[in-house]
Nanobody
Framework: QVQLVESGGGLVQAGGSLRLSCLASGRTFSSYDVGWFRQAPGKEREFVVGIKWNGASPYYADSVKGRFTISRDNAKSTVYLQMNSLKPEDTAVYYC??????????????????WGKGTLVTVSS
């Protein structure tokens, strides 16, 4: 069992930056692949980015490529999402999730076994 807690959400102006954190506990974090997902009001959940257990194969959605960066610090059991050049369209609840042996594709959510409760990011124009 893995417990995940997101933090770092808040209100930011368009063009600004924000860093989200996902803190894991309960099992050996370094064995798990991690992904970030988001869900805007009235919309379906969408994939943002995923990363393998060893930091390999970061895979970004086209909508955030070049603006967002995922990283992980296994010693701290934490995965980060650095969000730059934020747009109002980025407004959503952001979730982190963990799983093993996932495939780095937009369908990575299918392989995620554990999910956090999310943190709200609001980008104003």
């Amino acid at each position: 069992q893995v417990q995940l807690v997101e933090s770092g959400g808040g209100l930011v102006q368009a063009g600004g930056s924000l860093r989200l954190s996902c803190l894991a506990s309960g099992r050996t974090f370094s064995s798990y692949d991690v992904g970030w997902f988001r869900q805007a009001p009235g919309k379906e959940r969408e994939f943002v980015v995923g990363i393998k257990w060893n930091g390999a194969s970061p895979y970004y959605a086209d909508s955030v490529k070049g603006r967002f960066t995922i990283s992980r610090d296994n010693a701290k059991s934490t995965v980060y999402l650095q969000m730059n050049s934020l747009k109002p369209e980025d407004t959503a609840v952001y979730y982190c999730a963990a799983g093993r042996f996932t495939i780095m594709t937009p369908r990575i959510a299918d392989g995620m076994d554990y999910w956090g409760k999310g943190t709200l990011v609001t980008v104003s124009s």
